[in-house]
């Protein structure tokens, strides 16, 4: 695959400490000329499918992303089963989604992808339940049927289920004892307007707490052709492997799944006999509402959850502001690569870090799938995350610094020079990623418009759209990072603050924890 102009940078420190950078070429996506041939279609039962031919090995990647929720937030008022309870509802379909027979013979369905070389792995994240895989071109029919058969199986026996549920509980426990997953469950009970963050793991007593009804429920509610995209990326021809999904997926049906969901015997649940969009916990909480008032510019102070490490979790959320290209380009001067301000303070000037991320991610909001008579669509937003991870006895001034070069952002504006250097590095990490099949099928995969067809024209305007960004609002977007529009956590400093924060109010555990 054409990827357009190389890029080639060069960094270097001056006499005062900061960083030069010269563009020896500029990095321009390639012409539609140069993409890689490509299909996109939505079968008559709803399912969106992108194949890419992409003939760099033997080898087909594929994606299947379902979403959990609604595209849109407006469906809260009805009550849907939201945030730790519809996870650990999730994780257990995963966990099962695979299990059990495929075809005539009774085959299982590790045994059935061993045999062509394929491998298929269930996950839940980011709002989505995805199958992530591949397999040997020559095995792609193979994999298809194989998928369409377990997909079509929303009966998920008691044994099956309970199963499943028993090693994702081990499994949660031990996820959950990690430093970085710990923190961030942290920093949603710190920031309950993020609580249910689809990339927190739900507690081992939630995973305890699902029934085979509710996992059944939740299969024949979620896993529907209408709700599914699928992508595959490799060595194939578009057209014949459109044709070859249609075919393989053709009992898969949604009609036959919302029937399932109100079958009284199959569920096993009155409670779940009604409208799958109208089931709520009572009490539980929805996403991305607080449910305590916390502060913007609050963090909460910790104890360690290991000795010797120390973490610092920064978020801040904007229901009604998209996430834009300048706000991207910003979040990349910020802290999105090498040279960027945050790597060039805390890892190269004072070692505080050797690593600190910035990562922008769109909220829920673009109305897919209103009802008529419902209530409007909420406008799209984004939230910014920030995490970084020192030595305890450096956490404090870390947390300063944090806060000096978010609030330089507005002080000191990014110049055009760091916009270019961004962008360029943007525009070259993302083309030698796509370059490749797992990189193309994942970022097809993900790409903004849940349930609508993606090809790799949409990732290329993505670039284009970054490059035409002029560095004015980029400036303007840097303003968003401002210390008091974010709320957070630090876990694990060594001993008490020296003396008052410039720009945090600090807050001990029981503050935060509320």
């Given at each position: 695959?054409?990827?357009?102009?190389?890029?080639?940078?060069?960094?270097?420190?001056?006499?005062?400490?900061?960083?030069?950078?010269?563009?020896?070429?500029?990095?321009?996506?390639?012409?539609?000329?140069?993409?890689?041939?490509?299909?996109?279609?939505?079968?008559?039962?709803?399912?969106?499918?992108?194949?890419?031919?992409?003939?760099?090995?033997?080898?087909?990647?594929?994606?299947?992303?379902?979403?959990?929720?609604?595209?849109?937030?407006?469906?809260?008022?009805?009550?849907t089963v939201t945030g730790p309870v519809l996870s650990a509802r999730a994780a257990v379909l995963a966990a099962c989604v695979l299990r059990g027979t495929t075809?005539?013979?009774?085959?299982?369905?590790?045994?059935?992808?061993?045999?062509?070389?394929?491998?298929?792995?269930?996950?839940?994240?980011?709002?989505?339940?995805?199958?992530?895989?591949?397999?040997?071109?020559?095995?792609?029919?193979?994999?298809?049927?194989?998928?369409?058969?377990?997909?079509?199986?929303?009966?998920?026996?008691?044994?099956?289920?309970?199963?499943?549920?028993?090693?994702?509980?081990?499994?949660?426990?031990?996820?959950?004892?990690?430093?970085?997953?710990?923190?961030?469950?942290?920093?949603?009970?710190?920031?309950?307007?993020?609580?249910?963050?689809?990339?927190?793991?739900?507690?081992?007593?939630?995973?305890?707490?699902?029934?085979?009804?509710?996992?059944?429920?939740?299969?024949?509610?979620?896993?529907?052709?209408?709700?599914?995209?699928?992508?595959?990326?490799?060595?194939?021809?578009?057209?014949?492997?459109?044709?070859?999904?249609?075919?393989?997926?053709?009992?898969?049906?949604?009609?036959?799944?919302?029937?399932?969901?109100?079958?009284?015997?199959?569920?096993?649940?009155?409670?779940?006999?009604?409208?799958?969009?109208?089931?709520?916990?009572?009490?539980?909480?929805?996403?991305?509402?607080?449910?305590?008032?916390?502060?913007?510019?609050?963090?909460?102070?910790?104890?360690?959850?290991?000795?010797?490490?120390?973490?610092?979790?920064?978020?801040?959320?904007?229901?009604?502001?998209?996430?834009?290209?300048?706000?991207?380009?910003?979040?990349?001067?910020?802290?999105?690569?090498?040279?960027?301000?945050?790597?060039?303070?805390?890892?190269?000037?004072?070692?505080?870090?050797?690593?600190?991320?910035?990562?922008?991610?769109?909220?829920?909001?673009?109305?897919?799938?209103?009802?008529?008579?419902?209530?409007?669509?909420?406008?799209?937003?984004?939230?910014?995350?920030?995490?970084?991870?020192?030595?305890?006895?450096?956490?404090?001034?870390?947390?300063?610094?944090?806060?000096?070069?978010m609030a330089r952002m507005a002080s000191d504006p990014p110049s055009p020079a760091e916009v270019a250097q961004a962008a360029a590095h943007f525009t070259g990490?993302?083309?030698?990623?796509?370059?490749?099949?797992?990189?193309?099928?994942?970022?097809?995969?993900?790409?903004?418009?849940?349930?609508?067809?993606?090809?790799?024209?949409?990732l290329w305007d993505l670039v284009e759209n970054l490059r035409r960004t002029p560095p004015d609002a980029v400036a303007a977007a840097g303003r968003a990072f401002?210390?008091?529009?974010?709320?957070?956590?630090?876990?694990?400093?060594?001993?008490?603050?020296?003396?008052?924060?410039?720009?945090?109010?600090?807050?001990?555990?029981?503050?935060?924890?509320?």
């Amino acid at each position: 695959m054409t990827t357009g102009r190389t890029i080639s940078t060069t960094t270097r420190p001056d006499d005062r400490g900061s960083d030069r950078v010269r563009l020896r070429a500029a990095t321009l996506p390639p012409s539609a000329a140069t993409l890689p041939p490509s299909v996109t279609a939505r079968l008559p039962d709803g399912l969106s499918v992108t194949a890419v031919r992409l003939a760099t090995v033997a080898r087909v990647e594929m994606r299947l992303t379902m979403p959990l929720t609604p595209g849109h937030a407006g469906s809260r008022s009805v009550g849907t089963v939201t945030g730790p309870v519809l996870s650990a509802r999730a994780a257990v379909l995963a966990a099962c989604v695979l299990r059990g027979t495929t075809g005539a013979d009774g085959t299982r369905v590790e045994t059935a992808l061993g045999r062509i070389g394929g491998d298929v792995v269930p996950l839940v994240g980011a709002g989505c339940l995805a199958l992530r895989g591949g397999v040997l071109a020559d095995g792609l029919d193979e994999l298809l049927r194989t998928l369409a058969d377990a997909l079509s199986r929303a009966e998920r026996p008691d044994h099956e289920v309970a199963a499943a549920r028993t090693v994702l509980r081990g499994q949660t426990a031990v996820a959950r004892a990690r430093p970085a997953l710990a923190a961030h469950a942290l920093l949603c009970r710190h920031a309950p307007r993020w609580a249910g963050d689809p990339h927190q793991p739900p507690a081992p007593d939630q995973i305890a707490a699902v029934t085979p009804g509710q996992v059944r429920e939740l299969h024949a509610r979620v896993l529907v052709p209408a709700r599914a995209r699928l992508v595959l990326v490799g060595d194939l021809d578009p057209d014949e492997a459109v044709d070859a999904v249609r075919e393989a997926f053709a009992g898969w049906s949604s009609d036959a799944a919302r029937a399932l969901v109100r079958d009284p015997d199959l569920v096993q649940d009155p409670d779940l006999v009604r409208d799958p969009d109208l089931v709520r916990d009572p009490g539980e909480g929805l996403p991305h509402t607080p449910t305590e008032d916390t502060p913007a510019g609050t963090v909460g102070l910790h104890p360690a959850v290991r000795e010797g490490t120390a973490q610092v979790r920064l978020c801040a959320a904007r229901c009604d502001e998209p996430l834009t290209p300048a706000l991207r380009l910003a979040s990349l001067v910020f802290s999105g690569h090498p040279a960027s301000r945050l790597v060039a303070r805390l890892r190269r000037r004072h070692g505080y870090t050797y690593a600190v991320r910035c990562r922008p991610e769109s909220l829920p909001g673009d109305g897919t799938g209103t009802g008529a008579g419902g209530p409007p669509p909420p406008p799209p937003g984004h939230r910014l995350f920030i995490e970084a991870d020192t030595a305890p006895s450096k956490a404090h001034a870390l947390l300063e610094a944090l806060g000096d070069e978010m609030a330089r952002m507005a002080s000191d504006p990014p110049s055009p020079a760091e916009v270019a250097q961004a962008a360029a590095h943007f525009t070259g990490a993302s083309l030698t990623t796509w370059a490749t099949q797992a990189g193309l099928a994942d970022a097809l995969a993900h790409h903004p418009g849940a349930l609508s067809p993606a090809d790799p024209a949409q990732l290329w305007d993505l670039v284009e759209n970054l490059r035409r960004t002029p560095p004015d609002a980029v400036a303007a977007a840097g303003r968003a990072f401002f210390p008091g529009r974010f709320t957070g956590v630090v876990i694990g400093a060594e001993g008490p603050p020296p003396g008052p924060s410039r720009h945090w109010t600090l807050g001990g555990p029981s503050g935060a924890d509320g």
